[in-house]
């Protein structure tokens, strides 16, 4: 092998590993958005169950049922406010 192709296949290593980090920081940049959004329904759920189990103790000392509700209002929420983000983000 003489000096050009040395040099030839060092610069297509080279070339490839940018191209591989792109795409790395790509995939964990997708992961760490998934995770945030899983974060948030869940603040929602949470934070629904909260009010549903509340209301349900003051109007009839359900607080099961009425937090289940709570949370389904909850996730119904956070589904509407994210396709309402993502359509604002277009």
């Known amino acids: 092998m003489d000096k050009t192709q040395a040099d030839a296949m060092a610069q297509v290593i080279l070339d490839r590993e940018p191209l591989a980090k792109e795409e790395s920081r790509r995939k964990r940049a997708?992961?760490?958005?998934?995770?945030?959004?899983q974060r948030r329904q869940a603040k929602f759920v949470l934070a629904g169950y909260a009010l549903g189990a509340a209301s349900g103790y003051f109007i009839s000392?359900?607080?099961?049922?009425?937090?289940?509700?709570?949370?389904?209002?909850?996730?119904?929420?956070?589904?509407?406010?994210?396709?309402?983000?993502?359509?604002?983000?277009v």
């Open 30 to 37: 997708r992961e760490a958005e998934k995770v945030a959004s």
């Open 61 to 89: 000392g359900s607080v099961g049922s009425f937090g289940l509700l709570g949370a389904l209002v909850g996730i119904l929420l956070s589904i509407v406010l994210k396709r309402f983000h993502e359509s604002a983000a």
